[in-house]
C-alpha cells in the first residue's frame, strides 16, 4: 500500500450497471463513503478501507467490472455496512419507452432520492460523459470509477443489486440462462432468443437486428 487519501463524507459517487444488457433493469448506485481509504498497490486502480478487522484487508474498492464476482459481494458486503447508500432501478419497459439515457438518468436520480433519506450530499461525481440533470452541483468523470473510490462502490452497489435479481429472474424464464449471462448480448443469449423469442424482460428496442435475423430463418 503506497498512499492514503480520505473520502468526503459528503461526495457521491455515482454510477450505474446494466446499460448495454439486452434485457432486464439498468440500475444505479450511490454511495458516500465515510472512512479513510488506502490506494493499493494492483495492477488495477483500487483502494481498501482502513483495516479494523481482518475481513476488510480482503475488500477492495475498484470498478467493479474490474473485481470477481467474489471480490464484489466482499465489498458490497462492506459497502452495505459502512456507508450511506441508495440504489435505483428502472425496468426494461421503461426502457423501451423512453429509451435507455433517460432511464439510466432516472435510475441515477432514484438512488440518489434513496441515499438522502440518510444524508444529504453537497456534490455529485457521476461516471461517464453524459451531461445528467441533479439539483446540486455535479460534475461528469469519463472512467471514473477507476479513478473516485465512491464512484467505484456505487458501481459495485449497481453490479451486485443487478447480477442478483438476474439470478433470480433465471427461475422465472429458465429458458434464457440469465444466471449466466445477466441479460449481456453474450451468444448464448442470442441463441435462446433466436429459439425462444423475447420474454418479458428483453428490451424490445435493443433487439431489432435479432428479431429480423429471426424472421428471416422463418421466413426462408
Not at 4 to 13: D, H, K, L, N
Not at 78 to 84: D, G, K, N, P, T
Not at 168 to 197: C, Q, S
Request: charged share 20%; net charge neutral.
Amino acid at each position: 500500500m503506497d498512499s492514503t487519501v480520505v473520502t468526503s463524507e459528503r461526495i457521491a459517487g455515482i454510477d450505474e450497471a446494466g446499460r448495454g444488457a439486452l434485457a432486464g433493469p439498468v440500475v444505479a448506485g450511490a454511495v458516500i463513503l465515510p472512512n479513510i481509504l488506502t490506494k493499493r498497490r494492483s495492477h488495477i486502480p483500487c483502494w481498501s478501507p482502513y483495516v479494523r478487522r481482518p475481513a476488510d484487508a480482503d475488500c477492495l474498492i475498484a470498478d467493479s467490472k474490474m473485481l470477481s464476482p467474489e471480490q464484489r459481494d466482499v465489498a458490497y458486503t462492506w459497502i452495505v455496512e459502512h456507508c450511506a447508500f441508495g440504489v435505483g432501478i428502472v425496468d426494461n419497459v421503461a426502457i423501451d419507452t423512453h429509451g435507455i439515457l433517460r432511464a439510466t438518468e432516472q435510475a441515477m436520480q432514484l438512488a440518489l432520492d434513496e441515499l438522502r433519506t440518510n444524508i444529504q450530499p453537497t456534490s455529485l461525481l457521476i461516471d461517464g460523459r453524459d451531461a445528467f440533470h441533479f439539483d446540486c452541483p455535479h460534475t461528469s468523470v469519463i472512467r471514473g470509477d477507476s479513478i473516485h473510490p465512491c464512484i467505484a462502490a456505487g458501481s459495485i452497489i449497481a453490479k451486485v443489486t443487478r447480477d442478483r435479481l438476474m439470478k433470480e429472474w433465471h427461475h422465472t424464464y429458465p429458458d434464457y440462462l440469465f444466471h449466466e449471462h445477466k441479460g449481456y448480448g453474450a451468444e448464448v443469449h442470442r441463441l435462446r432468443i433466436m429459439k425462444h423469442g423475447p420474454c418479458p424482460l428483453h428490451r424490445r428496442s435493443f433487439l431489432r437486428n435479432i428479431l429480423n435475423e429471426q424472421l428471416s430463418l422463418l421466413m426462408a
